[in-house]
């Protein structure tokens, strides 16, 4: 249950696409533990595999962090901007 509410706030305040990189991302990291709290044997396509995943959200994760930089530098600027009064005599 607290999962779903978690879920829905994660959502409300990201996107769908980002809940998905950061479940998938979780998991990634969930299956570098089990290596080493349960002594999984890793193997070349399971650690290839985390490698991908981990390094895909990391990137992701950049892309979206400079979009929203970019966003909120843009607004500061155009904000910045006084409007010239108009000069009615």
Known sequence: ???GIVTVLQIK???PLSH???GTAKAGVQSMMAFYI???EPTIKGVLGI???LSGSLL???VKMNESNQTMHLMRS???VEIP???DN
Do not use: P, R
Request: aromatic share 24%; with cysteine; proline share 0%.
């Open 38 to 40: 349960w002594g999984n």
């Open 78 to 80: 155009v904000s910045d």
């Open 1 to 3: 249950f607290c999962i």
């Open 20 to 22: 998905n990189f950061s």
């Open 60 to 62: 992701y994760t950049y």
């Open 85 to 87: 009064k108009s000069s």
């Open 13 to 15: 305040a990201t996107s």
């Open 51 to 53: 490698f991908a995943v």
